[in-house]
């Protein structure tokens, strides 16, 4: 094992554009609508930067060098299970997950309404109870591409600690 932290911190960042037709896949969870994000995989924003945040804690790369957008077994494929796979690869390097947080910047859909259901999904993916997974929404007020409603972006932060 290198490094001499006990707990280490990881960041993430995505973003994906809304593409027609429903339903949208944010944070493991199916909402239903008239726009989905548009992605190799289902587009789901929040997990991919769930996992890049995990990832980056622990210095393993990130979800594009795991899961190649030009492997079509990665096509339309559960981003919730691919975090799955990221921490499990993690907890294979010595840690395991800790805590949770993530902003998801978006004019639509609420997120306060879905809250509960996508911290029980990544909860679960990264093994650590509901209360360790934080979830909040912004919007951009109408500024940049997020604010045209023309996608959404998401930032997570990930803490990992020894295993
Ligand atoms: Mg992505």
Not at 57 to 79: E, K, P
Not at 83 to 89: E, F, T
Request: charged share 20%; glycine share 14%; proline share 4%.
């Amino acid at each position: 094992m290198t490094g001499i932290l006990p707990l280490r911190t990881g960041i993430g960042y995505d973003s994906h554009r809304f593409a027609p037709g429903g339903p949208l896949v944010l944070g493991g969870v199916r909402i239903p609508g008239d726009v989905h994000l548009h992605g190799h995989s289902d587009g789901d924003a929040i997990a991919h930067a769930v996992t890049d945040a995990v990832l980056g804690a622990a210095s393993l790369g990130d979800i594009g060098a795991m899961f190649s957008d030009r492997d079509a077994a990665n096509a339309g494929r559960d981003s919730i299970e691919m975090l799955a796979l990221a921490v499990a690869r993690v907890r294979t390097a010595g840690w395991r997950v800790g805590q949770l947080d993530v902003v998801v910047i978006a004019e639509r859909p609420t997120i306060a309404p879905h809250r509960d259901a996508m911290r029980a999904r990544i909860a679960s993916a990264l093994g650590v109870p509901l209360e360790d997974v934080s979830i909040k929404g912004k919007t951009n007020e109408g500024m940049g591409f997020v604010g045209r409603g023309e996608g959404i972006a998401c930032l997570a932060t990930a803490t990992i600690v020894r295993a």
